[in-house]
């Protein structure tokens, strides 16, 4: 609309000025005519330049969007790609890792909240775990456990040392716990593995206790080389380094901490899973120590 009044206002100015001057009528259709076409020329042609000039911004737009949205995906890509490629270089069997990845990816926000929450602060602590355990550090569980002890007695490789403290053990071969934690490390030590055990008592006439009595022949069966230590022959130096505690291939340490020394009351308040080489090597020549001062007990149940 703006642009026929202007071409209209300007071809009736023409004429106009033209009739002022006395021109022929032709001459002055013909002027009028003219200057409009040219107005209305000259106004297609800044509206073309306007229309231009935003189609190149819109483009130029356009392509920093595309240019943003390909440099993410190639970024994400990237990261894939490495993410796989450390994968496929880990240690760990590569379909376990991304199976573990694929099972993730089934749960989703849809899922009932308590599923959901539950499986990322699961993923959470196997990733912090994992992540301890890389660094060769010690990681802490607060209680009694029961799958780090079953399962690194079923992946030991070569050995298997233990220290078992009366306060700690006294009823742990009587539970469900102890029964298939003897089973795995009879198993063990039928596959060829050494398996050792001390048990410390804490005065000479424990050692005929019918239940340890029963523990130690239950041990020998299964193939465990066992020995007893009455705490009383252990120099003092030792005794205060003195613990519950497992030695798996001679380079991870599993130590139990009781919360009392009462036989038969104590329970398990802290598990630790060391990896530290100076600390695993301390606990490696403890348990030599003590080995060579137990003896080995009476192969008799009466």
Known sequence: MRTA????LAGGLTYLITDLLNQDPSLRLMLSVLVGGVVLLAQFLVAFEHR???VERAGTDGMARIERLVGHAFAEFSEATALFGLIEASAL???LVTQF????TQISPESPPIVYQFVQAKIKETSEFVK?????????YYGEDREWLLGLTSTATTSIDAISLAAADYDLWQSQLGQRYLDA?????????????IFVIDEPSRADDPMLRRVCVEQLEADIEVRLLVLD?????LQGRMR???IFDDVLAYETTATTGALGRAQVAETRMVLTSSRVKECILLFMELWDMAHVPPHRTD
């Open 52 to 54: 231009l000039t935003a």
């Open 244 to 246: 519950d505690l497992v």
């Open 233 to 237: 022959r252990v120099p003092p130096r």
């Open 101 to 104: 990845v694929r099972n993730s």
């Open 5 to 8: 009044v202007i071409t209209i």
């Open 132 to 140: 301890q355990l890389s660094e060769g550090g010690t990681v802490t």
């Open 185 to 197: 490390q009879g198993r063990a030590a039928r596959d060829g593995k050494r398996v050792r055990r």
């Open 93 to 95: 069997q590569t379909d």
